[in-house]
């Protein structure tokens, strides 16, 4: 007697679905460039960045990483990606006071790959080309702030740190 398994997992993800969370995304990016603490081409870099992962599924989450001068952690913002259509609130972008960090915050943006996409190799020699290294998560409790979805695809964004 022979026995099998199959496991199936749907995908909310659409190449549409993904550009208007990451469009939310932007609008939280604006805050810090509006904040004085990243560049107009680093919010655009940002966004483009996590779009190319997000259209490669290759994405668990992603973070804006708020460090001093010195490189040490005050925290940042944390986004999961939520693709198997249990996230449908939809809530309004921005409203985060970036105002609260010191002028001179440096932001770093860490990804999470899912290792397990199927253009996880195609995913990492793009990030090989782009001189990306290795990083580390931010540590502390994640306070959930809102959540941006369409359609059952979407990102849930929290905050760690006290900042």
Known sequence: ?????????????TAARARYV???????????????????????????????????????YFQLQFKTPEGEEIGGLHYEVKSSGQIYSDEDSGR???????SDTKVNLLVN????????????RQLDDWGWGNGASLSGTK???KSYSKEGYGLTQSKIGTW
């Open 1 to 13: 007697m022979s026995t099998s398994y199959t496991r199936s997992e749907s995908t909310t993800y």
């Open 22 to 60: 990451m469009g939310k995304v932007h609008e939280d990016l604006l805050g810090l460039m509006n904040r004085g603490l990243v560049s107009l081409d680093r919010v655009n870099s940002i966004k483009s960045d996590v779009l190319y992962l997000l259209d490669k599924q290759a994405l668990k």
């Open 96 to 102: 985060i006071n970036y105002w609260m960090l010191s």
């Open 113 to 124: 790959l899912d290792r397990s996409s199927s253009n996880i190799d195609e995913v990492d």
């Open 143 to 145: 306070e959930v702030l």
